[in-house]
Structure formats: structure tokens, C-alpha cells
């Protein structure tokens, strides 16, 4: 019965993916719209012209266009866009990890009893069950987890960006110079990123800080549009922001000083967590005899 129902839950799975994929949902018409003028630079400093693997055609580009893929993805936008991952690429690996969750138990199972070794049925099935959900979320906290990290090495390169424009302001430049020296003082992929947004307003036509505040939209730096906001007061009404840029910039390093100290406490923390489970199971390893022998005595 427990080896029907696996078989029966694989094969209507496999139904609905086959389904899906021949005739896949209508893309709405904001999405669309949005597409025709949407903006493809590089993602910090990668290329993203490179052609996907065969796990994410087979997995992550045939259901891409699926209503269930949508939700997945769109409230993860920014977090794939700082990381250079494509949605696809996010979705082969749910899936891939889902697969392997769902099998392992199973395929182990089928080793065992290869080697003689009976398990039964219903346990790889809870097992299989458990499994499955926890590796189609893991790729999304993986995802998350790596994106705080790339979001507190730009507020970082942000703070020093900050500091030189502040000091071309004082050296009597204009704003959009001042930004320019700015982002062209550094190396690596936030200044890379920073540069590509000025070198695309420029070829649009459009403010420097419209297209900073653009680029902390889809990097989900609120600093970043906190700059353009100083930035545009500055350009429009002339507005001295050289002291306020400065200010900005020993905020943004102070915050990092404070979420460092605080990964570390976190860390101290973790570290106590294996003392605590050795001293626990040393109590237990001790105690146990002691118990039976009361519980045998009664």
C-alpha cells in the first residue's frame, strides 16, 4: 500500500510538470510590459550572457513561466539580483534539492536491502516526506543568507564612496563630478555597480541620483536612496549636503561595526551550544544504569 501510494504521488508529479510545461500560463501584461523596459547590466561584475546548465533547463526553465514559479520569485527579486542569480538557476535548485530529499531515503533504502538489510517501507516515506519540503525551502535561505552578506559589503565600499565624494565637494566640484571621482576611485563589484549606474543615466539623459536611487531599488540598499535624496536636494536647490555625506558615511560604518560585533556574540553563542549537548549526554550516559535500576526496584 505504502509503495502504491509513493508510486502514484511520483507519477501524478511528474504529470503535472509535464502538463505545466506544455501549456504554460499566459505572462500577465504588467510583467511584460515591465520586460520591454527593463535594464540588463551585468550583475556586479559578472556575466550573465553565459548559458545555462542543463540542471537549469531541465529543471528551472521549463516551469519558469508557471503561475506557482511567479510566486516564488518575485519577492526574491532583489535578492537574486545582488547575488547574479537568474530565477531559473533559483528554481532548478528547489527543485534538484526537493528530488534529492525525496529520494535519498528511498534510494539508501533500496542499498540496504541490496545488502540484506530490511528497513521496511514506512519509514523512508516519513523520511522522504520530511525531507522534501526542507530542500525546496533551503535554496531560498541559502539564497537570503548570501544576499545580507553582499548587502554589507556594498553598504561597506558605500561608506568610503561617500567619504570622496564628501572630499570632492569640499574641492569646490559639482555633484555629478563629485559622484563620478567618486565611483571611479574604487574596485570591485559595488563600485563597479555604482559606475554602470552613472554610466547608464549619462547615456539615458538622466540625473546621476535617479539612477542611484534606481540601483538601491534593486539592491534593496535603502542608503542608497537616501544618497540619491541628498543628492537631488543638492542639484535642485543648491543645497550644501558635503557635512550630511560625511555624517552618512560614519553612520553606515558604525552600523557595520554593530552588525559585526553582533555576528560575533552570535557565534560565541553557537560555540557553547556542542559543550552543552556533551555535558547533557554525559549526564544521561551516567544516570541511565541508575534509573533502571530504580524503575526495576519498584
Partial sequence: MTAALLVGLTFGLGLVLVASGLAPAPVPLARALGQLHARYPSILGAAVDHEPSTLTRLLGQSWADTPLAHRLT?????????????????????????????????FTSALMWAGSVHVGLTFPLWVSFAL??????????????????????????????????????AGGRGVETALHNGADAGQGWPFEEL????????????????????????????????????????????????????????????????????????????????????????????GYPAVIEVLKGI
Fill in 74 to 106: 518575485d519577492g526574491l527579486a532583489a535578492d537574486l539580483r545582488i547575488t547574479g542569480t537568474t530565477a531559473s538557476e533559483l528554481l532548478a535548485q528547489r527543485a534538484s534539492y526537493a528530488l534529492i530529499g525525496l529520494l535519498w531515503a528511498p
Fill in 132 to 169: 522534501c519540503p526542507v530542500g525546496f525551502v533551503w535554496p531560498t535561505l541559502s539564497l537570503r543568507a548570501r544576499a545580507a552578506e553582499r548587502r554589507r559589503s556594498f553598504r561597506h565600499a558605500l561608506s568610503a564612496f561617500l567619504d570622496i565624494v564628501a572630499i570632492s565637494l
Fill in 195 to 286: 559606475r554602470r549606474a552613472l554610466l547608464e543615466a549619462r547615456l539615458l539623459g538622466d540625473t546621476p541620483w535617479a539612477a542611484l536611487s534606481r540601483l538601491g531599488d534593486d539592491l534593496a540598499v535603502p542608503e542608497l536612496a537616501e544618497l540619491a535624496a541628498s543628492a537631488t536636494l543638492a542639484g535642485a536647490e543648491g543645497a550644501r549636503v558635503r557635512s550630511s555625506l560625511a555624517a552618512k558615511a560614519r553612520s553606515i560604518r558604525l552600523h557595520g561595526l554593530t552588525d559585526i560585533e553582533a555576528a560575533a556574540q552570535a557565534a560565541s553563542e553557537r560555540m557553547s551550544v556542542p559543550v552543552v549537548l556533551l555535558l547533557v549526554g554525559f549526564v544521561i550516559f551516567l
